[in-house]
């Protein structure tokens, strides 16, 4: 069995004139004999994720594997931080990601390129139990080799969506904001749909949102609280500071809490 704690919680939102906020959820998987992380974020994220890391005990030397559902900057950047652990992708997402040429879009194309010569990288496909109780399932649209990972190993199975399925309202609607393929990501929603109701209680940590849960009436409602949030310096001096609350409370489908 895992311990799964959620160390970054992603976010449900953009930036109106400064493009994706590249929030996205960071989540770490503890057993006897390994340290894990699903997705590892943005840059912004370094500073915040170091801290969480300490909170929960675990040194970058400690994660023995890092796992990618996807190759885009929010999700994958920061797999160079952590040298001792072996890396996860999908065999097709990073050859459909080394194969692009630079484009205003969200893949690093220098960190593709490590990725794809990085020796410590290893190629999976949909299917693969590839660590203890963790399997890939392709869920393709968002990008073409995106997957999913579903954690069989504990007694409440956990659904890792990446960006498949980005948050409660992409699940509900079953429309997704941004997509190379919108046929393909409906019908990913769909397969998510089905394996989050194949087992009662199932957890499903989306790329940006919190921890959801389907209730007795098979409605998608959040585990935890949302933590989100800007500082910001319009006056002038740096002690005084405007804070911005982007929790949004009022508009929170709360459920139980873990």
């Known amino acids: 069995m895992y311990r799964v704690d959620v160390l970054v919680q ?29 997705d590892v974020g943005a840059f912004g994220i370094r500073k915040p994720l170091a801290k969480q ?9 400690d994660v023995t594997d ?5 190759a885009h900057y929010d999700h994958a950047v920061n797999f160079v931080l952590f040298d001792r652990a072996t890396v996860w992708i999908g065999a097709e997402e990073l050859r459909w990601a080394a194969a692009q040429p630079p484009g205003f879009d969200p893949l690093p194309e220098l960190y593709v390129d490590a990725l794809d010569a990085d020796p410590r990288v290893r190629r999976i496909a949909a299917g693969d139990e590839f660590l203890p109780g963790l399997r890939a399932i392709a869920a393709p649209g968002h990008t073409p080799g995106s997957l999913i990972f579903y954690l069989t190993a504990n007694d409440v199975p956990v659904i890792f969506t990446g960006d498949a399925a980005k ?3 992409e699940l509900v609607s079953r429309r997704v904001d941004a997509t190379e393929d919108e046929a393909a990501s409906a019908a990913s929603i769909e397969a998510i749909w089905q394996l989050w109701r194949a087992m009662p ?3 499903l940590i989306p790329g940006h949102d919190l921890t959801m849960q389907l209730d007795a009436s098979g409605k998608p409602v959040y585990v935890g609280e949302r933590r989100a949030g800007i500082s910001a310096w319009f006056a002038e001096t740096l002690e005084e500071t405007s804070e911005f609350d982007l929790s949004c ?9 873990p």
């Open 10 to 38: 992603g976010f449900p939102g953009k930036g109106t004139c400064h493009g994706g906020l590249g929030w996205s959820t960071i989540t770490l998987l503890r057993s006897n004999e390994r340290t894990i992380l699903i």
């Open 167 to 169: 948050n409660r309202a």
């Open 249 to 257: 409370a009022a508009h929170a489908d709360r459920g139980p809490h």
């Open 53 to 61: 890391l300490r909170a929960h005990g675990v040194a970058a030397s």
């Open 66 to 70: 890092v796992v990618l559902t996807h």
């Open 201 to 203: 209680g199932t957890l």
